[in-house]
């Protein structure tokens, strides 16, 4: 059964900073790619970042790059995201989702094929 499945996400003081984990069964993420889509309350999906498995090239929204870092390892099949400098903009649930072959660019959430259920992640004092 492939699944990916979230965890890291929390409530955190503006300028804080969390990691986000995705971990992956019953599918290896060696061919994928996978990223990070967030949706905030009354608004759309967004891509927040996607990382290539072969070649790591990345992408990154431009309201969270200098602040985010994807990164994976592929022999424990996980990805992570790194939020530093999180400000209230950045409260939603954050899904992981993979894609065969390479990030998609331009297409946004609508390229990838498998997603986990979500972490919520809320930047508040």
């Known amino acids: 059964q492939v699944q990916l499945v979230e965890s890291g996400g929390g409530l955190v003081q503006p300028g804080g900073s969390l990691r986000l984990s995705c971990a992956a069964s019953?599918?290896?993420?060696?061919?994928?790619?996978v990223g990070w889509v967030r949706q905030a309350p009354g608004k759309e999906r967004e891509e927040v970042s996607c990382i290539n498995s072969k070649d790591g090239m990345t992408y990154y929204l431009d309201s969270v790059k200098g602040r985010f870092t994807i990164s994976r390892d592929n022999a424990k099949n996980t990805v992570y995201l790194q939020m530093n400098s999180l400000n209230p903009e950045d409260t939603a649930v954050y899904y992981c989702?993979?894609?065969?072959?390479?990030?998609?660019?331009?297409?946004?959430?609508?390229?990838?094929?498998?997603w986990g259920q979500g972490t919520q992640v809320t930047v508040s004092s």
């Open positions: 989702a993979a894609t065969f072959g390479p990030c998609v660019v331009g297409l946004g959430w609508k390229a990838y094929d498998y």
């Open positions: 019953g599918f290896s993420l060696d061919y994928y790619a």
